[in-house]
């Protein structure tokens, strides 16, 4: 089991910058490739970017240049540093962890932390 405890939303204004943390805790050692998701109002969940075990990154489009996922294995902890935010940025951002068991992947998901863009 792993779990996952976000932080670091709230609100700021356009062209502000915020960083979300994730602590994950459990069987840390099981696992792989993090990520964070968002869900803005009246929309699906959606990916922002990932971080494999091996600190390769993907980010989606909408952030790419403005969002910085890494990852800090001493405390395990993952974060994501925004940049330059606007309004279709808000939304609740949830860490999600990909942890092997028994040889298949389990995804755990964080609660969830808000964070509004204002303009």
């Known amino acids: 089991q792993v779990q996952l405890v976000e932080s670091g939303g709230g609100s700021v204004q356009a062209g502000g910058s915020l960083r979300l943390s994730c602590v994950a805790s459990?069987?840390?050692?099981?696992?792989?490739?993090m990520g964070w998701y968002r869900q803005g109002p009246g929309k699906q969940r959606q990916v922002v970017a990932t971080?494999?075990?091996?600190?390769?990154?993907n980010y989606a489009t909408a952030v790419q240049g403005r969002f910085t996922i890494f990852r800090d294995n001493a405390v395990n902890t993952v974060y994501l540093q925004m940049r330059n935010l606007t309004p279709e940025d808000t939304a609740v951002y949830y860490c999600n962890a990909g942890a092997s068991s028994g040889g298949a992947t389990v995804t755990y998901w964080g609660k969830g932390t808000l964070l509004t863009v204002s303009s």
């Open positions: 459990g069987s840390i050692s099981s696992i792989g490739t």
């Open positions: 971080i494999t075990a091996s600190d390769w990154t």
